[in-house]
């Protein structure tokens, strides 16, 4: 929510902004220090003079919650500064039952503000002259510093944790005390009235003046019959949506892109726009061989994203990508940032060379936190529809320390504040033999929370592929292709709404020779593919074709190469489940009819317990109207993710694998 007042000192109007907060204590920290930034930078505001934050926050969690310090950690971070946010603590000198004393091992609630050195000032909550004059010198500091500073405001709770809550079950004595306390309005009041400063009879005006705006408003609540949309969003996005906040249509344009400016793109990325600059020699080699690959039209992973990155600053969309190693990549693939061999610090981004009137690029190596940046970049995103915000895990399975904005904000957002966003999470996701640390996203946890009926056929209209986006709770996808990941991240700015996307990203298909696409893929006209169907032997001679295999990612690969080791191009056909939500529906169905005389089989290397299966399993059969089966080939039932040894890695391979070509496997199961 956003409302504009007068700043009585300036006579300026001033927009305050109050970020959506979930009851998870402090998980709202990071979001507001993300929005700060993104304000600050879309009105050019490069020292925090214009635009700033102050937190609210609670004694017992200040201490207690390790997101105060991953935010605090932020607060000096060249691409996450927000140049000095103003903390008030209202301390209660308890948390809902607990005593300091079993609630922290420091002196003070705020001593964990000392760890950037912020200035820390203790007031009496009872004295408001005191915490004026506090609040006063804490705005200078920041207004001067540019740091971070901390106001304490001590006081109580003269209730229970709420207004039904008994205190004194477990702190008598304290609330005894309490009891006897005047309360601060009142005391505050004698105090004015025995200096003479004000009346009795003109404090008592005062109060009822401001009994009867409570009293109006709440009985003008009771005549709203309408929930205006508009009024919930903090940030209205001007002429994004209509008037109503819907969007001005429901379809989506080619993701694709002329020939001319992918080969133009693919040069900036195999260049080093900068004179006198030297780069490592086996860098190098890596531009020489994405030279290569445009001149012969193709793009591997890397470079595909940089067709897509680079397309949309050129159409004015900011592009920021955050996260841990992110500039060169975990695994050495992306190198968005060169570095000069011979020159400290010395740094060059060719994709802000893309061309001259480009939006800018941000891209920038994050602390060593997930929730916390998570959090900033999810916060950053809510800013503006004309983003494409990023933030990708090191690997997939690290978003589990950022789980609290995944459930609180990401799923849930829309539903339960009516805001919108498009983060897109970056999560490296697959089965390498290298050890359960690593090796899986837990797809199946982003599956469960989707919000889409399985049991349920949706009816197919001509704007169907658009209209599931748009009642989709969020976009869960594992991409095969290049081609097809370009075309992902370049439909979540051209739909005309925005939905979280979640990416499982590969690790050995970023360096796969046949995992490859042409231009051809790219070109105007082209789309997202949500399935990919077989578009081999299998596909001539349908009729033959004893078995579909249905898949998601990786596995494909593996199971191209079985496929022509026994000779079974024309009785298996194996169809690429691109997007997994919202389920492609139709495209399943159109699969499954054309190949009559076929069983199916969901094809995964995740357990059994984990990856896709739960999720597709009923969904397909929805869409076949439970006709047949849907078989399972794939790793068995197992509490990690992965084996830690390499030769049960490659014989639970094997198994699968043969359970997917053998077309008697399923007989005894019928």
Same mark, same amino acid.
């Given at each position: 929510?956003?409302?504009?007042?007068?700043?009585?000192?300036?006579?300026?109007?001033?927009?305050?902004?109050?970020?959506?907060?979930?009851?998870?204590?402090?998980?709202?920290?990071?979001?507001?220090? &993300?929005?700060? @930034?993104?304000?600050?930078?879309?009105?050019?505001?490069?020292?925090?003079?214009?635009?700033?934050?102050?937190?609210?926050?609670?004694?017992?969690?200040?201490?207690?919650?390790?997101?105060?310090?991953?935010?605090?950690?932020?607060?000096?971070?060249?691409?996450?500064?927000?140049?000095?946010?103003?903390?008030?603590?209202?301390?209660?000198? =308890?948390?809902?039952?607990?005593?300091?004393?079993?609630?922290?091992?420091?002196?003070?609630?705020?001593?964990?503000?000392?760890?950037?050195?912020?200035?820390?000032?203790?007031?009496?909550?009872?004295?408001?002259?005191?915490?004026? +004059?506090?609040?006063?010198?804490?705005?200078?500091?920041?207004?001067?510093?540019?740091?971070?500073?901390?106001?304490?405001? !001590?006081?109580?709770?003269?209730? %229970?944790?709420?207004?039904?809550?008994?205190?004194?079950?477990?702190?008598?004595?304290?609330?005894?005390?309490?009891?006897?306390?005047?309360?601060?309005?009142?005391?505050?009041?004698? @105090?004015?009235?025995?200096? %003479?400063? !004000?009346?009795?009879?003109?404090?008592?005006?005062? =109060?009822?003046?401001?009994?009867?705006?409570?009293?109006?408003?709440?009985?003008?609540?009771?005549?709203?019959?309408?929930?205006?949309?508009?009024?919930?969003?903090?940030?209205?996005?001007? %002429?994004?949506?209509?008037?109503?906040?819907?969007?001005?249509?429901?379809?989506?344009?080619?993701?694709?892109?002329?020939?001319? /400016?992918?080969?133009?793109?693919?040069?900036?990325?195999?260049?080093?726009?900068?004179?006198?600059?030297?780069?490592?020699? &086996?860098? #190098?080699?890596?531009? @020489?061989?994405?030279?290569?690959?445009?001149?012969?039209?193709?793009?591997?992973?890397?470079?595909?994203?940089?067709?897509?990155?680079?397309?949309?600053?050129?159409?004015?969309?900011?592009?920021?990508?955050?996260?841990?190693?992110?500039?060169?990549?975990?695994?050495?693939?992306?190198?968005?940032?060169?570095?000069?061999?011979?020159?400290?610090?010395?740094?060059?981004?060719?994709?802000?060379?893309?061309?001259?009137?480009?939006?800018?690029?941000?891209?920038?190596?994050?602390?060593?936190?997930?929730?916390?940046?998570?959090?900033?970049?999810?916060?950053?995103?809510?800013?503006?529809?004309?983003?494409?915000?990023?933030?990708?895990?090191?690997?997939?399975?690290?978003?589990?320390?950022?789980?609290?904005?995944?459930?609180?904000?990401?799923?849930?957002?829309?539903?339960?504040?009516?805001?919108? /966003?498009?983060?897109?999470?970056?999560?490296?996701?697959?089965?390498? %033999?290298?050890?359960?640390?690593? #090796?899986?996203?837990?797809?199946?946890?982003?599956?469960?929370?989707?919000?889409?009926?399985?049991?349920?056929?949706?009816?197919?209209?001509?704007?169907?592929?658009?209209?599931?986006?748009?009642?989709?709770?969020?976009?869960?996808?594992?991409?095969?292709?290049? &081609? /097809?990941?370009?075309? !992902?991240?370049?439909?979540?700015?051209?739909?005309?709404?925005?939905?979280?996307?979640?990416?499982?990203?590969?690790?050995?298909?970023?360096?796969?020779?046949?995992?490859?696409?042409?231009?051809?893929?790219?070109?105007? $006209?082209?789309?997202?593919?949500?399935? =990919?169907?077989?578009?081999?032997?299998?596909?001539?001679?349908?009729?033959?074709?004893?078995?579909?295999?249905?898949?998601?990612?990786?596995? +494909?690969?593996?199971?191209?190469?079985?496929?022509?080791?026994?000779?079974?191009?024309?009785?298996?056909?194996?169809?690429?489940?691109?997007?997994? #939500?919202?389920?492609?529906?139709?495209?399943?169905?159109?699969?499954?009819? @054309?190949?009559?005389?076929?069983?199916?089989?969901?094809?995964?290397?995740?357990?059994?317990?984990?990856?896709?299966?739960?999720?597709?399993?009923?969904?397909?059969?929805?869409?076949?109207?439970?006709?047949?089966?849907?078989?399972?080939?794939?790793?068995?039932?197992?509490?990690?993710?992965?084996? $830690?040894?390499?030769?049960?890695?490659?014989?639970?391979?094997?198994?699968?694998?043969?359970?997917?070509?053998?077309?008697?496997?399923?007989?005894?199961?019928?």
């Amino acid at each position: 929510m956003y409302h504009r007042r007068i700043n009585r000192v300036t006579d300026r109007n001033i927009t305050l902004s109050l970020v959506a907060n979930p009851s998870h204590l402090e998980a709202a920290d990071p979001v507001v220090q &993300g929005k700060t @930034k993104a304000e600050q930078f879309y009105c050019g505001d490069t020292e925090g003079n214009r635009v700033m934050s102050i937190l609210l926050h609670g004694d017992a969690a200040f201490a207690g919650q390790g997101i105060v310090y991953e935010t605090f950690h932020l607060s000096d971070l060249p691409s996450y500064t927000t140049h000095g946010t103003v903390h008030v603590v209202v301390n209660n000198q =308890i948390g809902f039952t607990t005593d300091p004393r079993m609630a922290r091992s420091s002196p003070y609630p705020t001593d964990v503000a000392r760890v950037v050195n912020a200035p820390i000032f203790h007031v009496n909550a009872d004295d408001p002259e005191a915490v004026m +004059y506090v609040c006063n010198v804490a705005a200078e500091w920041r207004a001067t510093f540019h740091k971070d500073v901390v106001v304490d405001l !001590v006081g109580y709770r003269r209730m %229970g944790h709420n207004e039904m809550d008994e205190p004194m079950f477990t702190q008598p004595l304290m609330y005894k005390q309490i009891k006897k306390q005047k309360g601060v309005l009142l005391k505050y009041a004698e @105090k004015l009235i025995a200096e %003479g400063a !004000v009346s009795r009879q003109e404090y008592e005006e005062e =109060i009822a003046k401001y009994d009867k705006i409570c009293e109006e408003a709440h009985a003008r609540s009771k005549d709203e019959k309408i929930l205006h949309i508009k009024h919930w969003l903090d940030s209205p996005w001007p %002429g994004f949506f209509t008037l109503d906040g819907q969007p001005k249509s429901m379809s989506c344009p080619s993701t694709g892109l002329t020939e001319e /400016n992918l080969s133009h793109i693919g040069q900036v990325a195999s260049s080093v726009p900068v004179d006198d600059f030297t780069i490592h020699g &086996g860098l #190098s080699r890596i531009l @020489k061989g994405r030279a290569e690959m445009v001149r012969k039209r193709t793009v591997d992973w890397a470079l595909g994203e940089y067709m897509a990155f680079g397309s949309l600053l050129q159409e004015g969309i900011h592009v920021r990508l955050s996260g841990q190693d992110v500039e060169r990549g975990t695994f050495s693939h992306r190198h968005h940032v060169l570095h000069d061999q011979n020159v400290d610090k010395r740094t060059c981004i060719p994709m802000n060379h893309v061309s001259a009137d480009q939006a800018p690029y941000t891209v920038c190596n994050s602390s060593l936190s997930e929730y916390g940046v998570l959090g900033f970049e999810l916060g950053f995103a809510m800013a503006s529809p004309n983003a494409l915000v990023l933030w990708e895990a090191q690997f997939g399975d690290f978003h589990n320390t950022a789980q609290c904005i995944i459930d609180q904000f990401i799923c849930p957002g829309q539903a339960k504040w009516v805001r919108q /966003n498009g983060i897109v999470l970056l999560l490296p996701h697959g089965m390498e %033999g290298m050890g359960p640390e690593h #090796s899986s996203a837990r797809p199946e946890r982003f599956l469960q929370m989707c919000n889409d009926d399985p049991d349920v056929m949706p009816t197919v209209t001509d704007d169907f592929a658009v209209r599931q986006l748009y009642d989709c709770n969020w976009i869960v996808v594992n991409c095969s292709t290049p &081609g /097809n990941y370009f075309h !992902v991240l370049r439909r979540q700015i051209l739909a005309p709404f925005r939905k979280p996307l979640i990416v499982f990203t590969p690790k050995s298909l970023l360096r796969h020779p046949e995992a490859r696409s042409s231009f051809d893929e790219m070109l105007p $006209g082209s789309h997202f593919q949500r399935l =990919i169907a077989e578009g081999g032997v299998a596909s001539e001679r349908p009729e033959e074709v004893k078995r579909l295999v249905f898949c998601t990612g990786k596995v +494909y690969y593996e199971l191209l190469k079985e496929r022509k080791n026994r000779d079974m191009e024309g009785t298996v056909a194996i169809a690429r489940m691109e997007q997994l #939500s919202p389920f492609p529906f139709d495209l399943v169905r159109a699969e499954s009819e @054309k190949y009559p005389n076929a069983d199916l089989v969901w094809c995964q290397e995740e357990h059994k317990n984990q990856g896709y299966y739960d999720y597709v399993k009923p969904r397909m059969r929805t869409t076949i109207e439970r006709a047949k089966p849907v078989w399972y080939a794939g790793r068995e039932p197992a509490a990690a993710p992965a084996t $830690g040894n390499k030769n049960t890695h490659l014989m639970e391979l094997k198994r699968f694998l043969d359970t997917t070509f053998n077309l008697d496997a399923f007989k005894d199961q019928e």
